[in-house]
């Protein structure tokens, strides 16, 4: 019975030895760029101009991933919107509003708005980019308006500036599209109409 001791501990040892190496390489992410290709990182989805995929919740808001508190990712937020969506909750979809500065009569027809977003089935989230700088010489003609972005002024992209909700009509296949400006306050992201 003495041989086998040695023989555990050095699988013991081994087995720590693999779980440090695994925690060391970080966690892979899966993300979808802008374009609609899929990236494999250990960064966030953000740091690489992508977003996180569409996360799915249970009916019923019976998730293990519940989250509290505002959202302080892009990818928080997409994952609040979808839970309110996915689990028909225009309580929680009005939880990430930026209802700062609206009316009474305003904050009811918004309300009307949110539910009709959450009654319909969701097809896909995206964030809205701002136009790429036009191309332009040194006495400030435009020589090119560079709509399509190929040529691009900084390596850095631009931060998205709103979220285009792709649904489809209750009951049909008819596309319906829901654009939510994006607002930053308080160190978290809200939507807007």
């Not at 966690?27 to 996360?55: A, H, N, Q, Y």
């Not at 904050?107 to 701002?130: F, G, S, Y």
């Amino acid at each position: 019975m003495r041989p086998a001791l040695p023989v555990l501990l050095l699988i013991a040892a081994c087995g720590c030895a693999m779980a440090l190496q695994v925690h060391a390489q970080g966690v892979v992410k899966r993300c979808t760029s802008m374009s609609g290709e899929t990236i494999f990182t250990d960064r966030r989805c953000e740091d690489v101009g992508g977003m996180d995929r569409l996360p799915r919740v249970s009916q019923g808001g019976g998730s293990s991933l519940a989250r509290a508190g505002c959202s302080r990712t892009l990818s928080d937020l997409v994952y609040q919107i979808t839970a309110a969506v996915d689990n028909k909750d225009v309580n929680r979809l009005a939880g990430v509003y930026q209802w700062a500065g609206v009316s009474n009569a305003a904050a009811n027809r918004i309300m009307d708005k949110l539910e009709a977003i959450v009654n319909r089935p969701l097809v896909d989230i995206a964030p809205i980019r701002p136009a790429p700088a036009p191309i332009v010489d040194e006495d400030g003609l435009v020589i090119d308006e560079n709509a399509d972005g190929y040529y691009p002024q900084t390596t850095a992209r631009p931060r998205p500036t709103g979220l285009r909700l792709e649904q489809t009509l209750r009951n049909s296949s008819t596309p319906s599209r829901t654009v939510f400006g994006l607002r930053r306050n308080y160190n978290c992201f809200w939507i807007s109409l």
